[in-house]
């Protein structure tokens, strides 16, 4: 059920067994593996449908550490979030990301490589991709020869690529904003609308561009694409 916060009284409840803040591809994908199970779930959206530069404005802020795009371009606030401009590249992390550096600060995490190992195929179906492992199993899938140098200091890295279109998107997620447990208020906004201008801003925006988002939404995303961090970007 789609409800909208802007529509309660000020200070009303919202009784859940579960409250998932944010509808991006983590809080959606949790809010769908809890379906069905007996559970009353909100899952709490800030934005809209679709992009607004003033909701856009609460993900100002600053980055720290190594040089990334700026925040307010590069996480998005609205049902979907920031997949509606990312690059949809799917694969596995590697050892080392688990793991704490102590010349990384407050690296490590509570979790290793082998708890999240049972998970990765569920998480691709979630992705719609096509094939179940993110290793050298890929390789073996897809009938790639092995290189010569496999296993020799140099490893073959394999990825896949979501390649539906605005895959966590609103008018995507149907099944979650008709389901009967699950509760999802966004903020505020006026519901979902694609101006002819979003239509051009979108069709002007490189690949994987959410459709219906305004000029200013699609130009974060040619910038973001644009420089030198496009190691997201398809090849
Ligand atoms: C240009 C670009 C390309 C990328 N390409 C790739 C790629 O190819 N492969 C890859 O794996 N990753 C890629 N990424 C990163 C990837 O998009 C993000 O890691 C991923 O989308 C994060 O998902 P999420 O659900 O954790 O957060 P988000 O998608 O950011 O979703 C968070 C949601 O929470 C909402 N929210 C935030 N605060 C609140 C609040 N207080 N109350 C209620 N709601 C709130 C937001 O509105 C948003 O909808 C890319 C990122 C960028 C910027």
């Known amino acids: 059920m789609l409800t909208r916060l802007r529509d309660y009284e000020p200070g009303a409840r919202i009784e859940a067994d579960v409250a998932i803040v944010g509808a991006g591809a983590a809080g959606i994908t949790l809010a769908r593996a809890l379906m069905g199970r007996g559970l009353a779930v909100c899952l709490v959206e800030s934005g809209d449908a679709d992009y607004d530069a003033q ?13 990334y795009y700026e925040l307010r371009e ?22 080392i990301d688990y793991r704490a550096r102590p010349w990384v600060p407050r690296s490590g ?57 605005w895959r966590f998107g609103l008018p995507n997620c149907r099944d979650l904003a008709e389901a009967a447990d699950v509760r999802i208020p966004p903020c505020r906004g006026t519901g979902p609308r694609r101006s002819r201008r979003a239509q051009a ?35």
């Open 55 to 67: 909701v856009q404005d609460l993900a100002t802020g600053e980055t720290a550490g190594q040089p």
């Open 74 to 95: 590069s996480r998005l606030r609205f049902f979907g979030g920031t997949t509606a401009i990312w690059g949809g590249r799917c694969l596995a992390m590697d050892p």
């Open 109 to 165: 995490w509570p979790v290793s490589e082998a708890d999240l190992a049972p998970w990765m195929a569920r998480a691709g179906q979630g992705l719609g991709l096509r094939f179940r492992h993110f290793d050298a199993r890929l390789g073996a899938e897809v009938a790639l020869p092995r290189f010569p140098l496999d296993g020799q200091g140099l490893d073959t890295v394999f990825w896949q690529f979501d390649h539906a279109f």
């Open 201 to 235: 801003a979108s069709r002007g925006a490189p690949h994987g561009a959410g459709r219906g988002r305004d000029r200013e939404c699609a130009a974060a995303a040619r910038r973001t694409r644009g420089d030198a961090h496009g190691a997201w970007q398809r090849a």
